[in-house]
């Protein structure tokens, strides 16, 4: 069983920068994709990004296309999200998940099989 932990999140201010992490535990880490997604209140969860098991590929929603990069550390467990020239509209809880079953960077939140518990990022205006 894969247990997802985030953290990194906090309130910034418009155009500051912040980068998540997103640590795993169980699991061979290094087989599965893994995507960050984000959710704002009253609103859906939407997707944000995600990459690969070999990390060769990876898909962005184009609202953070340029502003946000996806990374991961195998050897660490461990998946990142640079966040820079952060907007207000960036505000919602970001949750990590693991794909074990597609190894395409897909988008779709019924592709992911296993979540972290969330961590919010408010950015201030």
């Known amino acids: 069983q894969v247990q997802l932990v985030e953290s990194g999140g906090g309130l910034v201010q418009t155009g500051d920068s912040l980068t998540l992490s997103c640590a795993a535990t169980?699991?061979?880490?290094?087989?599965?994709?893994m995507g960050w997604f984000r959710q704002a209140p009253g609103k859906e969860r939407e997707f944000v990004t995600a990459i690969t098991y070999n990390g060769r590929t990876t898909r962005y929603v184009d609202s953070v296309k340029g502003r946000f990069t996806i990374s991961r550390d195998n050897a660490k467990n461990t998946v990142y999200l640079q966040m820079n020239n952060l907007k207000p509209e960036d505000t919602a809880v970001y949750y990590c998940?693991?794909?074990?079953?597609?190894?395409?960077?897909?988008?779709?939140?019924?592709?992911?099989?296993?979540w972290g518990q969330g961590t919010q990022v408010t950015v201030s205006s």
């Open positions: 998940a693991a794909d074990f079953g597609t190894l395409i960077a897909t988008t779709s939140t019924s592709d992911y099989d296993t």
């Open positions: 169980g699991r061979t880490f290094g087989i599965y994709t």
